[in-house]
């Protein structure tokens, strides 16, 4: 499967602070995403980035913000936590082509409190 | 509202029998299908695929089966096995648009008893 980590794999902050959380893959795969999974939606996509510094909105694009400075690194930041941010957030990656799978990494459980 | 619906949240099966997970779309669009299985605490996998230029998809004990006009598709999973209880999340995207962009439904949740 392909390398992806994600960091921090849990984190509990407070309303109105940043929080930024990365994603690393090995693969060198050009497209990246981030979702986030709550009780009774399924993974909804945030943001993806298409290449370096080539990045467009998802579904869910309010309130986050992403950078792609390097083809491995794919970072999601939360410029002022709300609680409505609590979620779990995924990141996955994909070969290019479209009907390349996207593989995930096993998640970032984030609380603000 | 909802592209892509998993009506069934949950789903109990005895091990070696089949298990029939279904997902129904709404956007005619869609052209390529994929499923997912996660277990607690890691992230999705995936499981199979199938393109709308095909109705049958077989992959070992994993058959993904797409009908176009009823906007139905299905995965089935002969014989179940304990190891395959997992949460299913089926996937939509189109292929014409951003690479990638999936649209998942909620998930069943696959309970196979020994």
């Known amino acids: 499967d392909a390398g992806i980590t994600q960091s921090p794999r849990h984190k509990v902050t407070e309303t109105g602070t940043p929080v930024t959380l990365r994603c690393h893959q090995t693969?060198?795969?050009?497209?990246m995403y981030w979702y986030r999974q709550d009780p009774g939606h399924g993974l909804r996509l945030i943001h993806y980035?298409?290449?370096?510094?080539?990045?467009d909105k998802g579904e869910v694009s309010d309130g986050y913000s992403v950078s792609r400075s390097k083809t491995e690194d794919f970072l999601l930041t939360l410029e002022s936590a709300t609680s409505s941010q609590t979620s779990v957030y995924f990141c996955?990656?994909?070969?290019?082509?479209?009907?390349?799978?996207?593989?995930f990494g096993d998640g970032t459980r984030l609380s603000i409190l | 509202d909802q592209q892509v619906k998993q009506n069934s949240p949950s789903l109990s099966v005895q091990e070696g029998r089949i298990s029939i997970l279904n997902c129904d779309y709404t956007?005619?669009?869609?052209?390529?299908f994929l499923w997912y299985k996660k277990y607690p605490a890691e992230g999705p996998t995936f499981l199979i695929s199938?393109?709308?230029?095909?109705d049958k998809n077989e992959d070992g004990r994993f058959t993904v089966f797409l009908n176009k006009s009823a906007k139905h598709l299905s995965l089935h999973i002969v014989p179940s096995q304990p190891g395959d209880s997992a949460v299913y999340f089926c996937?939509?995207?189109?292929?014409?648009?951003?690479?990638?962009?999936?649209?998942f439904g909620k998930g069943t949740k696959l309970s196979v008893k020994p």
């Open positions: 980035s298409y290449g370096v510094k080539d990045t």
């Open positions: 996955a990656s994909s070969g290019t082509g479209v009907t390349q799978p996207q593989h």
């Open positions: 996937a939509a995207s189109q292929t014409g648009g951003s690479q990638g962009n999936l649209i």
């Open positions: 693969e060198n795969h050009r497209y």
């Open positions: 956007n005619s669009m869609f052209d390529y």
């Open positions: 199938i393109s709308s230029i095909k």
